[in-house]
C-alpha cells in the first residue's frame, strides 16, 4: 500500500516567490496534518484536517501562509511571499483515527528560501 | 499546560549498550495517548508505539521496551543491545482532547541517538 506521498521532495526559491506542497494522504484516512520542522523550532503542528475540514490552525505562522483540502485525497500548503525564515522541512502526515491513532508522516519537503 | 519533555537533548553509546530515553509529559486530562516516533538519518517519522492513559502495562518489542508511570507521568523507551541502525531522532509525543473538542497533538523537542560502531 502507498504512504503519504509529498512533492516536491525538495524546493529552493527565492524570497518573494510563492511556493505550493502537494501532499497525498493515505486512502482511507480521515485526518491529515501539516508539521513543520526546524532545529530551532523542532516539530510544529501548523494545521490539521478532519474530513476535508479544517480544525485547527492555531500553528500556521501568518496569513502568508494557506491550506487546503479539496477532497479526501489530496491537500496543499501554499506560502505567499515565501520569506527565508520559512526554510524548513514540511511533513504531511495522515491518521486512521483523532488523538488516538498513530500519524502516518511523508517523506516531506525540504524548502530552502533564498 | 500540556507539554512533553525530552531532556536529553543527544546521546552517544558504544554498540551492544543499553540506552533509555526518557520522556516526561504534562496534562491534567485523565484521558490521553502517549507515542514514540523514530526519524532515521533518511527523515521519515515512524510510529513505534502508543499507550493510552489507562493502560500502564509495560510492553516489549523485540530489543525495544516501554515504561508507563502515570506517578511520574512519564514514558521511557530503552533500547537493549543497542545497534548502529538505531542511530536516530527519537520523538515522544501527547495527544488528548482540548476543551473545545478538538484534537492537541504535542511532540517533544527529540533526542537524538548515536550508536558508534
Known amino acids: 500500500d502507498a504512504g503519504v506521498i509529498q512533492s516536491p521532495r525538495h524546493e529552493v526559491t527565492e524570497m518573494g516567490q510563492e511556493v505550493t506542497l502537494r501532499c497525498k494522504p493515505i486512502?482511507?484516512?480521515?485526518?491529515l496534518f501539516w508539521y513543520r520542522q526546524t532545529m530551532m523550532r523542532g516539530l510544529e503542528l501548523l494545521i490539521y484536517f478532519n474530513n476535508n475540514v479544517p480544525i485547527d490552525d492555531s500553528g500556521m505562522p501568518e496569513d502568508r501562509f494557506s491550506a487546503k483540502m479539496p477532497n479526501a485525497s489530496f491537500s496543499t500548503l501554499k506560502i505567499q511571499p515565501s520569506e527565508p525564515r520559512d526554510s524548513a522541512v514540511y511533513f504531511c502526515?495522515?491518521?486512521?483515527?483523532?488523538?488516538?491513532?498513530?500519524?502516518?508522516f511523508g517523506e516531506g519537503s525540504r524548502l530552502t528560501v533564498l | 499546560a500540556q507539554k512533553v519533555t525530552q531532556a536529553q537533548t543527544e546521546i552517544s553509546v558504544v554498540e551492544k549498550e543499553d540506552v533509555t530515553l526518557d520522556c516526561v509529559y504534562e496534562?491534567?486530562?485523565?484521558?490521553?495517548?502517549l507515542f514514540w516516533y523514530k526519524q532515521p538519518p533518511s527523515g521519515e517519522l515512524v510510529f513505534l508505539i502508543r499507550?493510552?492513559?489507562?493502560?500502564?502495562q509495560n510492553e516489549i518489542s523485540g530489543r525495544y521496551s516501554w515504561n508507563f508511570q502515570k506517578s511520574t507521568s512519564s514514558f521511557n523507551f530503552t533500547i537493549t543491545a543497542s545497534q548502529v541502525v538505531d542511530s536516530a531522532v527519537y520523538f515522544c509525543a501527547l495527544t488528548l482532547t482540548s476543551t473545545s473538542g478538538t484534537y492537541k497533538y504535542i511532540f517533544g523537542t527529540g533526542t537524538r541517538l548515536k550508536v558508534l560502531a
Open positions: 499507550r493510552n492513559s489507562f493502560d500502564e
Open positions: 502526515a495522515s491518521s486512521l483515527v483523532g488523538a488516538a491513532g498513530e500519524l502516518f
Open positions: 486512502s482511507g484516512h480521515d485526518y
Open positions: 496534562t491534567r486530562d485523565t484521558t490521553y495517548y
